[in-house]
C-alpha cells in the first residue's frame, strides 16, 4: 500500500490523463506502459518484465483497475499477464473519480 500511496502523489505519483480510444474519452486514467515507466524511474522494479509482474500483483489486489476493452479482456485472463505494458491499456485508481464518456456512432 506504500507503494500505491507513492503512484497516487499529486507531485511525483503517476499522471492521470484524459485519454480517447474508440470514439469514448476516459477521464483520470493512465497507461500501462505510464505504470511501468513510473515503477523504473522510482526504482520500484529493475526491469519492464519485474514492472510486469508487480502491476499484476497491483491489479488483482485492487490497487488499479482497468478501463477500456483492453486491459479488461488482460485482466480476465485473455493475455499472457493481466497487466499490459502498452500505450493503448487504459488503468485507473479505483478512488479516482475515474469515468467514461461514450459517443454515439451518429457523431
Known sequence: SALYLSMKDPEKGIKE?????????F?????????????????????R??????ASSLLSEGYLQPAGDTSKAAAEGLSDTPFLDLSDA???????????EGYSSDD
Open 49 to 54: 518484465k519485474e514492472g510486469l509482474l508487480l
Open 17 to 25: 490523463l484524459k485519454l480517447e480510444k474508440d470514439k469514448r474519452v
Open 27 to 47: 477521464n483520470h486514467c493512465f497507461t500501462g506502459t505510464c505504470v511501468i515507466d513510473w515503477l523504473v524511474s522510482s526504482n520500484s522494479i529493475r526491469n
Open 90 to 100: 487504459y488503468y485507473y485508481f479505483p478512488d479516482s473519480g475515474f469515468f467514461c
